[in-house]
């Protein structure tokens, strides 16, 4: 999937020679100003992008370090560092590639279950990716819900096709994590996912996108907060804090025993919000709940274990 690099690239021939435009710009013609600090960071490890010495953050200056000298060969001026604002394109014609994936998620949002699948959990795995510029590496690894003992790790690496932009995570870690997952010798009857589930602008962050995709219940774990309101604690429970989204408890900031901040609880397709809490709290023996910090181990494992073989043959 090349949507990104594909919609950037059209943006990105809309700059005419002698002028430039900002990340904000673009990230507004591709339909989301949250986008804008991704087009810096994809430009800065793709810099071989034509125009992409066109580009320039908010205050003029050029994201990448050596666009200034050819800049000067298409007389856009640079002064002290900056371009000018009389040289930004003012309007983009747009590339709503994430305005459609925004539809898209508000349109599978209502096919989330929120209510248990049935029948205990026995096998609970936990899912995590560790990035190396434009290679990710993803565990899935499983564990007996009871004694928290390892049962089964399987793993992927795959090509980053999409950026980091906040709210459409999914667009960039769906593809490993279907991967690893996939390579369990049978689906864990809940899985837990590194961010979160209901607790998004659209209801569906990616917990949710992961449980609907593969047909799975699954539960968000997110160590910062993204959408939603602190509501007061119910009873004397002051480490389990209610966050409420649209008038309705969403999810809670849950703070484990001997930890010093939350972490965000919210379902993810097929589970009630109470079992996801239940289930969280039970296989949280320290800041983390152990199949996801077992995941994490995992996926930095395997991105230090393949780093250390490429350096091997050099």
């Given at each position: 999937?090349d949507e990104f690099p594909d919609a950037l690239a059209r943006c990105l021939r809309q700059i005419p020679r002698g002028h430039v435009a900002t990340c904000g710009a673009i990230a507004r013609a591709l339909g989301d100003v949250r986008a804008a600090r991704a087009v810096a960071s994809w430009l800065t490890e793709h810099p071989a992008?034509?125009?992409?010495?066109?580009?320039?953050?908010?205050?003029?200056?050029?994201?990448?370090?050596?666009?200034?000298?050819?800049?000067?060969?298409?007389?856009?001026?640079?002064?002290?560092?900056?371009?000018?604002?009389?040289?930004?394109?003012?309007?983009?014609?747009?590339?709503?590639?994430?305005?459609?994936?925004?539809?898209?998620?508000?349109?599978?949002?209502?096919?989330?279950?929120?209510?248990?699948?049935?029948?205990?959990?026995?096998?609970?795995?936990?899912?995590?990716?560790?990035?190396?510029?434009?290679?990710?590496?993803?565990?899935?690894?499983?564990?007996?819900?009871?004694?928290?003992?390892?049962?089964?790790?399987?793993?992927?690496?795959?090509?980053?096709?999409?950026?980091?932009?906040?709210?459409?995570?999914?667009?960039?870690?769906?593809?490993?994590?279907?991967?690893?997952?996939?390579?369990?010798?049978?689906?864990?009857?809940?899985?837990?996912?590194?961010?979160?589930?209901?607790?998004?602008?659209?209801?569906?962050?990616?917990?949710?996108?992961?449980?609907?995709?593969?047909?799975?219940?699954?539960?968000?774990?997110?160590?910062?907060?993204?959408?939603?309101?602190?509501?007061?604690?119910?009873?004397?429970?002051?480490?389990?804090?209610?966050?409420?989204?649209?008038?309705?408890?969403?999810?809670?900031?849950?703070?484990?025993?001997?930890?010093?901040?939350?972490?965000?609880?919210?379902?993810?397709?097929?589970?009630?919000?109470?079992?996801?809490?239940?289930?969280?709290?039970?296989?949280?023996?320290?800041?983390?709940?152990?199949?996801?910090?077992?995941?994490?181990?995992?996926?930095?494992?395997?991105?230090?274990?393949?780093?250390?073989?490429?350096?091997?043959?050099?």
């Amino acid at each position: 999937m090349d949507e990104f690099p594909d919609a950037l690239a059209r943006c990105l021939r809309q700059i005419p020679r002698g002028h430039v435009a900002t990340c904000g710009a673009i990230a507004r013609a591709l339909g989301d100003v949250r986008a804008a600090r991704a087009v810096a960071s994809w430009l800065t490890e793709h810099p071989a992008i034509p125009a992409a010495h066109r580009v320039v953050r908010a205050d003029g200056r050029p994201v990448l370090p050596d666009a200034t000298e050819r800049l000067a060969g298409e007389r856009v001026p640079v002064r002290s560092g900056r371009v000018p604002a009389n040289r930004f394109v003012a309007i983009m014609t747009a590339m709503p590639l994430l305005d459609r994936l925004r539809r898209e998620q508000r349109h599978l949002a209502s096919l989330v279950t929120e209510e248990d699948a049935g029948g205990a959990a026995e096998r609970i795995a936990g899912v995590d990716v560790a990035y190396d510029a434009d290679r990710m590496y993803t565990a899935a690894v499983c564990v007996d819900a009871i004694t928290l003992a390892v049962v089964e790790v399987a793993m992927a690496t795959s090509a980053v096709s999409f950026p980091y932009i906040p709210t459409y995570l999914a667009r960039r870690e769906f593809p490993g994590i279907e991967a690893a997952v996939r390579r369990l010798s049978r689906k864990p009857d809940v899985l837990m996912v590194d961010g979160h589930g209901r607790l998004h602008p659209a209801r569906f962050g990616v917990a949710c996108d992961v449980g609907v995709r593969l047909d799975i219940p699954t539960i968000g774990v997110a160590k910062h907060p993204l959408a939603g309101r602190a509501m007061k604690p119910s009873g004397g429970d002051k480490a389990t804090i209610p966050i409420a989204l649209g008038g309705d408890t969403r999810g809670y900031a849950w703070v484990p025993p001997g930890a010093a901040r939350p972490i965000f609880v919210s379902i993810g397709h097929r589970i009630s919000l109470a079992t996801a809490l239940d289930l969280v709290r039970r296989t949280t023996q320290s800041r983390y709940p152990a199949p996801l910090a077992l995941a994490d181990r995992a996926s930095k494992e395997m991105k230090r274990n393949e780093k250390r073989e490429k350096g091997g043959k050099r």
